[in-house]
C-alpha cells in the first residue's frame, strides 16, 4: 500500500510559478522503485497526465500542455517527487494528482495503483 499526500497548491497569478510535493508513506526501498506521476483535472473533464518519473529520477514525459514550463523532480531520501510549474495560465488551473505504480509509468491514470488527494491550483489573470 502506498499512501499519498500532496501539498503546495493554492492561487497564484497567471505567469507566476509554484511547486508541488507528493510525500509517500512508504520505506525508502519502495518508494525508489515506484513511478511517480502527476495528474491534473478540471471539472467536467478527463484526468490529464501532466509528468511523470521513474526509479532513479529519469523523467518518462511531461504532457504537451506543460512541456518546457514543467519540471519533475524527485527526492528518494524523502519520499518525495516535485513538480515545478512556470509561467503559469489559467487553463493549468485545475486539482492536482500524484499518483503512484511500480508497473507501468505513462501517461494513462488507470495505469496508476494508488492516487493521492488531491491539491487544487488556481491561475489568476
Not at 504537451?64 to 516535485?82: E, Q
Request: with cysteine; proline share 2%; net charge negative.
Amino acid at each position: 500500500q502506498v499512501h499519498l499526500v500532496e501539498s503546495g497548491g493554492g492561487s497564484v497569478q497567471a505567469g507566476g510559478s509554484l511547486r508541488l510535493s507528493c510525500v509517500a508513506s512508504v520505506t525508502k526501498y519502495t518508494f525508489s522503485r515506484e513511478c511517480i506521476g502527476w495528474f491534473r483535472q478540471q471539472p467536467g473533464q478527463e484526468r490529464e497526465g501532466v509528468a511523470a518519473t521513474w526509479s532513479g529520477g529519469s523523467v518518462v514525459y511531461y504532457g504537451d500542455a506543460v512541456k518546457g514550463r514543467a519540471t519533475i523532480s524527485r527526492d528518494d531520501d524523502k519520499n518525495t517527487v516535485y513538480l515545478e510549474m512556470n509561467s503559469l495560465k489559467s487553463e493549468d488551473s485545475a486539482m492536482y494528482y500524484c499518483a503512484a505504480d511500480s508497473w507501468a509509468c505513462g501517461s494513462w491514470p488507470n495505469d496508476y495503483n494508488y492516487w493521492g488527494q488531491g491539491v487544487q491550483v488556481t491561475v489568476s489573470s
